[in-house]
């Protein structure tokens, strides 16, 4: 079960900290990723964290957001700063139970489990 938290409304150029509390997985090294859906659009993969702790971001939000994990609290967070309008979606994190390679890790195809979404609304 994969459990998003932080959402919320805030004005463009500000940040948030989104939060996805897991119960975890067989293997220390699983796969996780964040993805953000607007509406009518698809589901962006927008940062992705292997197995291994490579990381791997979307264009459209490198440089802004930064994805962590401790592994220990079975938390994963993505952590976004200069916020935009069209950062607006519902921010959804999803988890495979083993490893993946890093440039796998922002396809939906690649994960098993899914959370049910925060919303982030930039105006």
């Known amino acids: 079960q994969l459990v998003e938290s932080g959402g919320g409304s805030v004005q463009a150029g500000g940040s948030l900290r989104l939060s996805c509390a897991h119960s975890?997985?067989?293997?220390?090294?699983?796969?996780m990723g964040w993805f953000r859906q607007a509406p009518g659009k698809a589901r962006e993969g927008i940062a992705g964290?292997?197995?291994?702790?490579?990381?791997r971001y979307s264009d459209s939000v490198k440089g802004r957001f930064t994805i962590s994990q401790d592994r220990t609290k079975n938390i994963l967070s993505l952590q976004m700063n200069s916020l935009e309008p069209e950062d607006t979606g519902t921010y959804i994190c999803?988890?495979?139970?083993?490893?993946?390679?890093?440039?796998?890790?922002?396809?939906?195809?690649?994960?098993?489990?899914w959370g049910q979404g925060t919303q982030v609304t930039v105006s």
């Open positions: 964290i292997s197995g291994s702790g490579n990381i």
């Open positions: 975890g997985y067989p293997s220390s090294r699983h796969c």
């Open positions: 999803a988890a495979r139970a083993d490893g993946c390679a890093t440039w796998s890790t922002l396809r939906t195809d690649v994960y098993s489990y």
